[in-house]
């Protein structure tokens, strides 16, 4: 799984460290806890509203009710539209790079990409919250079980934040 968002102004924040920047590794397999909520139920959503219309992650569509189905692609539609939203913004600010004070659009994109990531746990919350029982519990299982498939680098320095909201 890659991080949209982080890719976009990767440049710009690996121009910002300093020489030998010591690396944390997430290894999903190894340790899924260390996965953050917000980049599972990222993939989660990503995974749905990318996926075949009205089809489900096997596990989930065998328990979801039809009002099951209509709310995780809802909510899925509109965390891409949102991702969206926000990769054109991040974009934008790597169009002033050569313009502006390196720190003010670190500063900014650091701002976009937290405020994306506390919706994604907010979009997760919003739709566990209408599901049936049973598609609740396929829903958690499904997003944990894509942890172990992640495997992310992250500079040593910066792997509090990027594990943030949790």
């Known amino acids: 799984m890659t991080i949209v968002l982080q890719a976009l102004f990767a440049v ?3 121009a910002q460290m ?3 920047a010591e690396w944390a590794q997430i290894d999903g397999k190894k340790n899924p806890e ?3 909520q917000w980049h599972t139920w990222d ?3 990503r995974a749905i509203a990318n996926g075949p219309e009205g089809k489900l992650p096997t596990i989930i569509h065998e328990e979801a009710t039809p009002e099951d189905i209509v709310a995780l692609f809802k909510e899925a539609r509109a965390q891409e539209k949102r991702r969206k939203e926000v990769e054109a913004k991040v974009t934008a600010l790597a ?3 050569d313009k502006e004070k390196r720190e003010v659009l670190i500063a900014e994109n650091d701002a976009l990409v937290a405020e994306f990531r506390a919706e994604i746990i907010a979009a997760r919350d919003r739709v566990l919250g209408v599901l049936s029982p049973a598609a609740r519990i396929a829903a958690v ?3 944990e ?3 172990t498939s992640v495997h992310i680098s992250v500079p040593k ?4 934040a990027f594990r943030q909201p949790e």
């Open 12 to 14: 710009m924040l690996l």
């Open 18 to 20: 300093p020489v030998g």
């Open 34 to 36: 260390m996965v953050p």
């Open 43 to 45: 993939y989660v959503f």
């Open 95 to 97: 169009t002033r790079l």
């Open 141 to 143: 299982q499904y997003a």
């Open 145 to 147: 079980s894509t942890k």
């Open 157 to 160: 320095a910066q792997l509090n």
